[in-house]
């Protein structure tokens, strides 16, 4: 596993030594999870939800969250009641 | 005593003691005192009246901050309040603060929190176990009556049987995750921990129940009435010994032992997948994880540093704000999710987890309760696993299935070890029986 590559794409920047000891600490994760390759899966059907509810819908109509300025007052970064952010594109 | 009174005590005692345990993150004083003069004042009080409570510190109180026990969330205010919160607020318990966890309920020692470690009450140089081991460690020591968990794969069970007292996860989808902050959240269970089963009883009675901002909450479900224990077929889950302290072992052949005597239906019962629980456990919750930890850009709250770009800001803050075992995580589950690797690891645990489910059904045709050592060894020491995470992880084994399930469960405290550190047994029921439960382990009373 290319630990630096995957770290990137999680958007998490690593410094060396933690590079140098996640690697090693993956290798024993991963062989660990090899394991897995033991049981015969072919028929089993995954599961991803333990409920048997299907999406739950509600009527498409907005409903108003009163405590929004709190939200608000949570930015880090705010010009007026606006999320400030970096340029997005270039 | 009224509940003004007790929640004076309360604090004085946490005053007293939490220096040196460190199981709150923060005491919320004045609203504490305030809010039990005007319960006091009442004069038909709610169901949970005169209880103390303490918070796991990633669910939402309006106005109070939280941080899932997190550098990246440090300063952020919850802007509602968590629908388990509000249902013991509106039943009169007094929330008297918020406890230490392993940051974003990744670990089982609360060594992973950003702030501090919180201790073993029942000795300082132990872990409380994790993730809230804050929560058990305030119950253990008398720091209030009941507290609030969250349970992923055993962050509730876990650090109860550390500490000596019961802990409940209920089934999946009882009680609303509306206002706990998302670590895996097709596992995620909120529970209570306590000293005694009426409490644990009183308290999920409280907070179960549909709730329309939690989608996967169940609209109508019928708790399953008890019966007696007598009248119940219990299995022993026929599990590898491996690995084992040999006195949470000798332990729990001896709760077996003393169930045995008020039940005539005992088997011992095979969950042929249990092995292959925890792998799949750390790939899904993993994945799920990092997709649900995404959020956490410092963008929209939490700690902002500034960068050259938006790319270099979220490497920064991500970088800085997530502790070792996150990032491992987060990392962990990317790397599963990610092209050429779904197949191998996400879809095959997602099928692992549908063969431990069926287990599970196969054995409930047959038995009404399950029971196993809750963890396989007692509290370790502060320190003995942080650089092993594999061993760490190794330590929810008996945990995990029954999140993977969906089902519920029960760790109720049963002998000491040499060490004198206590032990438990973990009654495991299918969906809907709590009640099965909260019979059987007082069948070791």
Redesign the interface.
């Known amino acids: ?1 290319d ?1 630096e590559k ?10 060396d030594e ?1 590079k140098k000891k ?1 690697s090693i ?2 290798n ?2 991963i062989k ?2 090899d ?5 015969n ?1 072919e028929s ?8 048997e ?1 299907t ?2 819908f ?1 009527k498409d109509e907005p409903i108003e969250f009163e ?1 929004a300025k ?2 608000i ?5 705010r010009e007026y009641d606006f ?1 400030k ?4 594109i270039g | 005593m009224d509940i003004v009174e007790r929640t004076s005590i309360y604090i004085n005692r946490i005053k007293e003691r939490d220096s040196e345990l460190k199981a709150f993150i923060e005491i919320w004083e004045n609203d504490a005192i305030e809010s039990a003069k005007k319960i006091e004042k009442k004069e038909k009080k709610g169901r949970l009246y005169p209880m103390v409570a303490a918070i796991k510190d990633n669910m939402l109180l ?2 109070k901050e939280i941080t899932a026990g997190s550098k990246i969330l440090k300063g ?2 919850s ?2 309040t968590a629908t388990a919160v509000k249902r013991l607020i509106d039943e009169d318990a007094v929330i008297i603060g918020r406890t230490n966890m392993d940051e974003f309920a990744m670990g089982s020692s609360n060594e992973n929190s950003s702030y501090f470690i919180t201790r073993n009450p029942l000795n300082k140089d132990y872990v409380p176990g994790g993730s809230s081991g804050g929560s058990a460690a305030a119950v253990a020591s008398d720091l209030c009556d009941f507290s609030l968990g969250s349970d992923t794969g055993g962050s509730i069970r876990q650090p109860a049987s550390f500490c000596g007292i019961y802990g409940l996860k209920p089934t ?2 009882t009680v609303s995750r509306y206002g706990l902050i998302a670590f895996a959240s ?1 596992l995620d269970q909120i529970g209570p921990f306590a000293k005694n089963i009426e409490d644990i009883k009183k308290v999920y009675d409280v907070i179960k129940g549909y709730d ?1 901002n939690d ?2 909450t ?1 609209k109508e479900f019928k708790q399953v009435k008890s019966k007696k224990l007598s009248e119940m077929k219990i299995g022993i889950i026929d599990f590898d010994y491996n690995g084992c302290d040999e006195d949470v072992i000798k332990n729990f052949e001896e709760a077996v032992l003393r169930i045995s005597k008020k039940v005539s239906n005992v088997t011992k019962i095979k969950i042929p ?1 249990l092995k ?1 629980a925890i ?2 456990y ?2 899904i919750a993993s994945s799920e994880a ?1 997709s649900n930890l995404a959020r956490f ?8 540093e500034d ?1 050259a ?3 270099s ?4 803050n ?3 704000g ?1 502790g ?1 075992e996150v ?2 995580r ?3 589950g ?2 599963a999710l ?1 092209a050429g690797y779904y197949d191998e ?1 996400y ?9 431990v ?1 069926r287990d599970f059904e196969e054995s409930f045709k047959n038995v009404d309760i399950l029971m196993i050592p809750t963890t396989p060894t007692t509290a370790f020491k502060i320190g003995e696993k942080i650089d092993n ?2 061993s760490m ?1 190794l330590n929810d084994i008996f945990t995990v299935p029954v999140n ?3 089902i519920a469960a029960l760790s109720a405290p049963y002998g000491k070890d040499r060490k004198n550190l206590p032990s438990s047994v973990q009654f495991i029921a299918n969906k809907f029986c709590e009640e099965y439960l909260f019979e059987s382990a007082r069948g070791l009373l």
């Open positions: 596993m630990v995957i770290a990137e794409l999680a958007r998490i920047e690593l410094n933690e996640f600490q993956f024993t994760i660990w999870i394991e897995l390759n033991e049981v899966t089993v059907e995954p599961i991803y939800s333990v409920t509810a999406n739950n509600r405590n709190d939200i007052k949570n930015f880090p970064n999320l952010v970096k340029k997005v | 309006y106005g952020h205010l802007t509602y999946y989808g097709g329309k989608s996967t169940y997948h292959y792998s799949s750390y790939i990092s850009d410092s963008i929209k709250y939490g700690k902002y960068g770009d938006l790319e800001v979220y490497m920064k991500r970088g800085n997530f070792a990032k491992r987060i990392i962990l990317t790397y990610s690891y879809l095959k645990a997602q099928k692992i987890r549908a063969l489910k995470p594999l992880y993977l399930a969906g």
